[in-house]
C-alpha cells in the first residue's frame, strides 16, 4: 500500500523539494514521528545504496535463461501448430468452394435426363435452391464472403507472422 507521505518523502530524497514542501517536510519532521521514522529509512537507504559492492553474473547465466525462455515459447507454439495447420486447410477449401461457386455456380447446365426421384427432388426442392442462389450470386453476399474470407487469411498471416518474428528475435538474443 502506498503511504500519502511518499512521493514527498521521495523528492526529499532526491533533492527536488521546493520551499513550500521543504517547509512541510520540516512541519511533518515535527509533528509525526512515522513520518520522521520513515524519512530516516529512505535517508538511510539513499545513503547507503552507493556502499553495496556490486557483483556481475556469470557469463552464461543471460544464455540460460534466454534458452530456457526459448524452450518454453517452442513447446507452446508446437502444441498449436498441428490445429493452425487444419483451420488453414479448412478456410483454403472454403474459399476455393466459395469461388468455385460464385464463378461457375451460375452457368452450369443440366445436360443428363433425370429419373422420376430426381425430378420429385427437384420440385421441392427448386424453390429453397433458387433461394439460396440468389442470396449466393448477389453483390453483397460476394463483398460480405469475400471480405470475411480476407480477414480471415489476414488473421492467419499474422499469427504465423508474429510466430516467426518472436523466434527470430529470440535467437537473435
Known sequence: MKNKYDELVNKFVDNELNSNELNQVEEL???DDNFKLTLSSH???HENLYDIPEKTAPYYTTEHIMRRIVEKVSDKYKKSYFFRGIVTTLVCILITFLFMLFFYGSNLEVTQESSKITDYIKVYTKPGINYIHKIVISDMFKTVSGL???IV???FYFSFNSYKELKKRLKQL
Request: charged content about 15%; glycine content about 8%; proline content about 0%.
Open 29 to 31: 519532521v515535527k509533528s
Open 153 to 155: 487469411l489476414l488473421g
Open 43 to 45: 535517508k538511510y537507504v
Open 148 to 150: 470475411f474470407s480476407f
